[in-house]
């Protein structure tokens, strides 16, 4: 995975909706404020690598100057962080330089971690400090060539990128929209993904006074959605039950988090409370729509056409042999467990990496809070070609009253190359 | 509680909705000819009709499926009689046989939408595994079939 | 067409005819089951679950009802090849009874025990042994059975035994015509011991075979009434879910099962000491759920580091050092010194599955003195002595119900499936069945061994080859299933198809170096060959095209003397239509091996796309099994070997990953499918002698070897290690 996607791992990725039940509430109460902020941070995604120690580090991360490498903020004293004052953490995660006083990748999302409050980070140094276990791992070296190992740019980047200070309450805002923002564009650093970034890969907004603010943005061979609200494309769809069912569940009304959006329901979201995802919910359903789009009617030509086995579309042929079984021939799967693509926001998308993606690597396993989901996207690198995947994909983009444009066999070959299939084996980061 | 008709039976279902129909078929209904090949809708040895329409009842839910009607197997005929049948038994087709249940529940419904299919129809909608490699003679089945059903 | 033709009319004298035409071949490819055959009938429930023994019964094997139907037990396993309607059509050849009468049901394994291997010292069906294992035994097992029979009717007519005959299940006195039915004679034939034996039957003497006959399972497998170990139902019956360590050979560290407390229809957690598993009352999903839950961590060792990358370094590093000599004749080295053109190659075959389409599962009943286990397993007697060694019952004490098996291939004959549902049992102390899922079935495999072989050749002004060596690395079959071998020999499947390769070349040396690993390989369809005649057939190869010779024509060569050879390859390479010219982008290739002493040569046609994409149109198999029993589950079997041989050479891939398999279901692990499957030609061909062939695996050996040399003539691309789909064959591609 890139720097991004897996760094600033924040990709809500959603596939579109029927009908369903309400996720139940959250009862379990988290273990520390230190601990309930860290997971709201998705800390854990980056700083623990699979079969690790809990934020020992070690993750490689792919970038476009070359791999690095997650670091251990364990509190060893030797090799994470036991040797930071309260002012040293909070310089690192607020303003991305280490006690040393190099400069960090913004791989780590202080640009969104400097809207925290004081007591936050402190908060989260105490967590750090006192309830995760030391661990003596050594950071490995990154793997960027020398020439562009020059981290002084990045102060630059800095000052030119960055709007230092905490979160100040919006007046105008209730209590809930203003904890909403707080969390989206702090700790929730939503917009490392669902933003989209300008040439020196900064994110061109970092809340809601631009339109351009999480409007959905490629990533690593992603779509991170639109979650603005957007109505074919975006949250334009959902109630606020919908988005706390998504985030609390993986799966709401009949979407099914996918992609790098797997990580953070993994890890972070179904932690917070009921008010938190409340907060979040009444805050994205505050951004009005970046365009002006009509909702999908559904068409159920497409179904019968299938049906009567007489379609011309070159992917009707792959859809009806394989997708159908589950997905069905009337494109409605089987929500909330199967999700429909009928009307799909992803499938709606201009562009199709997302679909593609899922499509070619299928699905990493979604667990929520210990439990994998019950059913998974296979993976179909293996069975199809990249135009067989084009073909389908068009087909489904175009289906039941879809419309998005056509996908070609080079984009497919070329996110063959650039992305890994999923692995149905289950993966559980520890926090302790 | 889930209402569902499995040949022709109506069956109460009490159970976790998230559980696919296979299990329901085979450990609560105990019609054993659907058979789990891969649970992730890759092999078809599962397949079953749902509303008539062929589906891998490893990747749907029980949840889903209220009021719908179900035919497995064991509810095509009751004497081995339907032409997919005869011509399964003509051409001699399974060899472990494991896989057959789904490949000739695949075919039922696939003759239906494709009554005088080509070879290449064949080969698009019927994606069932058989890794005792039957695909020979199950293609000489399914022609046979269509014969058979047209006349 | 043919099929039914021959069937209808088939007599011996006819087959005979049909074997010695021109084309040397019997073809039987689009064999429908004949309208006139009559076909014997097998439960649905192939097991006997009461193994109470009918009074009517002449013997061990067989029981004659009072309405003439004869019951016939068959002693090995039905897994898809056949042989359930074979070995009972053998007795009936020699017991002379009406085959439309006949019943069929599995022998007792537990009887077996008890009653002094009465069904013969091995019930396995494996090695292709099935019928030429047991061929002799139940011949006779018929013959006394008919001897016994007119001796009984002769003593009630007060004649002697020889003016009597027997046919159709009824006695006759020839000269006085009269006659009496096989059920009215069957109780005094019983009490009957015979002063001698009788000779059984020569194949010059069969009438009744070879004879094309739809298989007698073929009703319950087009109506779901087969039962297959995973259809057991047993009252009281509880479901498990289970999960190994992913790295063979590893522990369970722990396990923290407190996320299963409360949960509805959770019987119990059970570790193991390699494994945990979930019970559940209702259904094997629950199981499954709930397992899906735990996440145990393991204890893996120094094999969670191992790599496929790493073990071919590995292997390849071993190609240089010292190996055992399998075969050496002549002198290689004299034959490469001096002016002889040399060519060399490496070639190299991944670890396979064998994912029988009915994952491992296994149903027990453990009481304090019987165990029931329901299974279906390739070797019911070894089943009885690994289940009572895991209960500690005595093995008299265990019934073993085998079922309908749903594939096997190799896999089924390990019984690890069973003694794992036994431990479990023993903690549930309650009626449970087991089921793997599709990912432990790929994880828990006993894998087709890893190897590389590397190949030298010189060759003699003519081009042809005059010496050859062959060094193989790769791990040992039989350290893995815990069989003794000298430590100076070369175990035969580590060198098969290399070190009796049919081919006369003077100077040919064929060593091996075994290196195991943490990952246990097993016998796997057609064991060594299935992966060495890819290499020696892709090798051959390239030494023809190098020298510009016909593949077929210098094969023909190397084979001279050996006329059943060469009559097979001839055959493959007629109907295959060897030489005629194809479109561009598309060639043909030819291969040919032994196995299990039948002979096989394919031609395979191939198309590749510009965009690389492979289709192999047409394959042309030429099997010459010696004898046959019936043609037509003979064909089913070289159609489906090809296609299981075309998924290895194809797709086929176990990539080692941190220890463990990274494969686990259909997606990861792809499997030919209708689209892909050629259209199979299968030309039967047997020519007699001393010994008879198997037929469940000859014809998988030649189909990688057969397309990677029609890829060649396609591309000019050289394909030396498998999957074929690894390599980028796209035009212009290097
Ligand atoms: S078990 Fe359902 S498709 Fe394989
Ligand atoms: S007949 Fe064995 S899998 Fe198809």
């Known amino acids: 995975m890139t720097i991004i996607a897996k760094a600033a791992c924040c990709g809500l990725f959603l596939l579109a909706a029927v009908s369903a039940p309400r996720a139940d509430d959250n009862t379990s109460p988290p273990d520390s404020r230190g601990e309930y902020l860290a997971r709201a941070g998705d800390c854990v995604s980056c700083h623990s690598a699979p079969g690790g120690k809990a934020f020992a580090g070690g993750l490689k991360m792919g970038t476009p100057l070359g791999a690095i490498y997650s670091t251990n903020i364990t509190p060893d004293a030797e090799t994470g962080i036991g ?136 990533l690593d061979g992603w779509y991170a959605a639109d979650l603005r609200g957007d109505i074919r494309t975006g949250l334009g769809g959902w109630s606020k039950e919908d988005v706390v069912d998504f985030l609390k569940a993986g799966h709401n009304r009949g979407e099914t988090a996918f992609g790098s959006m797997v990580d953070v329901v993994n890890n972070s979201t179904p932690y917070l409370s009921d008010a938190d995802l409340n907060a979040i919910a009444e805050y994205l359903k505050s951004l009005p729509a970046a365009s002006t789009q009509e909702a999908v009617a559904y068409n159920d030509a497409t179904t019968a056409d299938l049906h009567s086995g007489h379609v011309s579309q070159p992917g009707a042929s792959v859809y009806s042999g394989t997708c159908a079984n589950c997905h069905g021939a009337d494109g409605k799967g089987f929500t909330p467990y199967i999700p429909a693509l009928a009307g799909n926001p992803i499938v709606l998308e201009d562009d199709p990496s997302s679909l593609i993606n899922l499509v070619l690597n299928g699905s990493n396993p979604l667990v929520v809070k210990g439990t994998p989901d019950a059913y998974r996207m296979p993976q179909f690198r293996l069975q199809y070609t990249d135009q ?45 | ?40 809708a890759q092999c078809g040895a599962c ?50 046989g494991y896989c057959q249940s789904g490949q000739i529940m695949a075919t039922v419904a696939f003759l239906k939408e494709f009554p005088a299919p080509t070879d290449a129809e064949i080969d698009a909608n019927i994606t069932n595994i058989c890794r005792c490699g039957t695909y020979e003679r199950l293609r000489r089945a399914i022609h046979r079939a269509a014969d058979l059903i047209k006349a | 067409m043919h099929g039914s033709r021959i069937a209808s009319t088939l007599s011996r004298r006819h087959f005979i005819l049909t074997a010695a035409t021109a084309a040397g071949g019997f073809m039987i490819g689009i064999g429908a089951a004949p309208r006139t055959a009559h076909a014997a009938t097998v439960p649905g429930q192939p097991w006997n679950d009461d193994n109470a023994y009918p009074p009517n019964e002449i013997d061990a094997w067989i029981a004659i009802d009072p309405d003439d139907s004869i019951l016939i037990r068959y002693q090995r396993s039905e897994m898809g090849q056949g042989s359930m309607t074979a070995l009972p059509m053998m007795i009936t050849e020699e017991l002379q009874c009406d085959w439309s009468k006949v019943r069929i049901e599995y022998a007792s394994p537990n009887r077996n025990l008890r009653q002094n291997k009465v069904y013969g010292p091995s019930m396995r069906s494996a090695g292709s042994q099935t019928v030429r294992g047991s061929q002799k035994l139940v011949q006779q097992v018929g013959a006394s059975a008919r001897e016994r029979l007119i001796a009984a009717a002769a003593a009630h007519w007060i004649v002697p035994a020889a003016e009597c005959s027997a046919a159709q299940s009824v006695v006759t006195h020839n000269p006085s015509g009269r006659t009496l039915r096989y059920s009215e004679l069957a109780a005094d034939a019983a009490k009957i011991k015979l002063a001698a034996e009788p000779a059984i039957k020569t194949p010059a003497q069969f009438t009744f075979i070879p004879r094309p006959m739809p298989r007698v399972d073929v009703i319950h497998k087009t109506d779901g009434s087969a039962k297959f170990g995973m259809d057991a139902q047993v009252p009281g019956m509880v479901f498990a879910a289970i999960t190994a360590c992913p790295v063979p050979g590893g522990k369970l560290k722990s396990v923290d099962d407190s996320a299963l407390a409360g949960a509805p229809g959770i019987v119990s957690v059970v570790k193991l000491p390699n494994a945990v598993a979930v019970v559940a009352t209702d259904t094997f999903w629950r199981a499954k759920r709930a397992l899906s839950r735990l996440h145990p961590e393991w204890d893996v060792g120094a094999a969670g580091a191992v790599s496929s990358e790493e073990l071919s370094k590995t292997y390849r590093a071993a190609l240089s050092e010292p190996m055992l000599t399998a075969r050496n004749d002549g002198d290689v080295d004299q034959a490469m010194s001096g002016g002889a053109k040399i060519f060399e190659a490496i070639y190299e075959t991944p670890y ?20 029931d286990v329901w299974v279906g397993t390739q070797a019911a007697d070894e089943a009885t002595e690994a289940a009572a060694k895991a209960s500690g019952l005595k093995p008299e004490q265990v019934y073993v119900h085998n079922a309908f098996v749903g594939g096997g291939f190799g896999r089924r004959d390990a019984n690890d499936e069973v003694k794992q549902a036994i431990a479990i049992a023993k903690v549930v102390k309650r009626p449970v069945k087991l089921v793997w899922t599709r990912e432990e079935d790929t994880r828990q495999d006993k894998f087709r061994p890893h190897a590389v072989v590397a190949f030298k050749a010189a060759t003699g002004a003519d081009g042809m080859p005059s010496a050859w060596s062959m060094r193989v690395v790769t791990s040992s079959i039989y350290a893995s299933i815990g069989r003794s071998f000298p430590a100076n020999k070369v175990e035969p499947q580590a060198v098969n198809g290399l070190d009796n390769n049919g081919y006369n070349v003077p100077n040919t040396r064929v060593e091996a170096a075994i290196r195991n690993t943490h990952l246990p390989v097993w016998f796997w369809r057609a064991p060594g060959v299935n992966q060495h005649i890819f290499a020696i057939e892709s090798f051959l190869d390239e030494i023809a095209h190098a020298s510009g010779l016909d593949p077929y024509q210098v094969r023909r060569k190397l084979l001279a003397g050996k006329p059943d050879w060469v009559k097979v390859l001839d055959a493959a390479a007629e109907k295959g239509d060897w030489g005629k010219p194809l479109p561009p982008g598309s060639g043909r290739g030819i291969a040919i091996c032994q196995d299990d002493d039948s002979l096989c040569a394919q031609v395979a046609e191939v198309a590749v796309k510009p965009t690389g994409e492979v289709k192999v149109n047409h394959v042309t198999v030429a099997l010459d099994p010696r004898y046959m029993v019936n043609p037509l589950t003979i064909a089913e079997q070289a159609e489906g070997s090809v296609i299981f041989g075309l998924s290895a050479a194809l797709y086929g891939k176990i990539t080692i990953k941190d220890g463990a398999a990274v494969q686990g279901n259909f997606d990861t692990y792809r499997l030919v499918r209708l689209a892909e499957a050629p259209k199979i030609d299968v030309h039967l061909m047997p020519s007699g002698g001393k010994v008879w062939g198997g037929v469940a695996e000859a014809a998988t050996p030649p189909i990688a070897a057969a397309v990677a040399n029609a890829i060649f003539a396609a591309t000019g691309k050289r394909i030396r290690s498998l999957p074929i789909s690894d390599h980028d064959l796209r035009s212009g591609a290097a």
């Open chain 2, 47 to 96: 397949t079953v009709h749902i509303d008539g329409k062929p589906m891998r009842s490893c990747s749907v839910p029980i949840g889903a499926l209220d009021g719908k009607k179900i035919t497995t197997i064991e509810g095509l005929s009751p004497d081995n009689s339907h032409p997919v049948q005869r011509a399964w038994i003509a051409e001699d087709v399974p060899q472990c």
């Open chain 2, 1 to 40: 509680m889930i209402t569902i008709e499995v040949n022709g039976t109506s069956k109460q279902i009490d159970i976790e909705p998230d559980t696919p129909l296979l299990w329901v078929l085979r450990d609560i209904v105990g019609l054993t000819g659907t058979k789990f090949g891969c649970g992730i």
């Open chain 1, 388 to 432: 067989d995947i084009a073909d389908v994909v068009t087909f489904i983009r175009n289906g039941w009253g879809n419309q998005a444009p056509a996908v070609t066999a080079a984009q497919v070959g070329e996110l063959r190359k650039t992305t890994d299939p999923t692995s149905d084996r289950v993966i559980i980061l520890k926090m302790r």
């Open chain 1, 83 to 218: 040797g930071y004052s309260l002012a040293e953490f909070d310089r690192a995660v607020r303003s991305g330089v280490a006690k040393d006083g190099h400069r960090l990748y913004p791989a780590m999302p202080y640009p969104s971690y400097a809207k925290l409050t004081d007591a936050d980070v402190a908060a989260l140094y105490d967590f750090f400090m006192k309830e995760v276990p030391a661990v003596h791992q050594a950071n490995l070296k990154d793997e960027i060539p020398p020439v562009l190992d020059m981290r002084w740019p990045l102060a630059i980047w800095n000052m030119v990128f960055m709007t230092n200070g905490s979160y100040a309450d919006k007046p105008g805002h209730d209590a809930a929209w203003n904890r909403g923002a707080y969390l989206v564009q702090g700790l929730g650093h939503c917009g490392a993904c669902h933003t989209p970034r300008g040439i020196a890969w900064n994110e061109k907004a970092l809340d809601e006074s631009s339109s351009e603010y999480l409007s959905g943005a490629v």
């Open chain 3, 352 to 371: 396979l599955s064998h994912s029988p389409m009915e994952p491992m599962n296994a149903t027990v009943n453990l009481q304090p003195d019987r165990l």
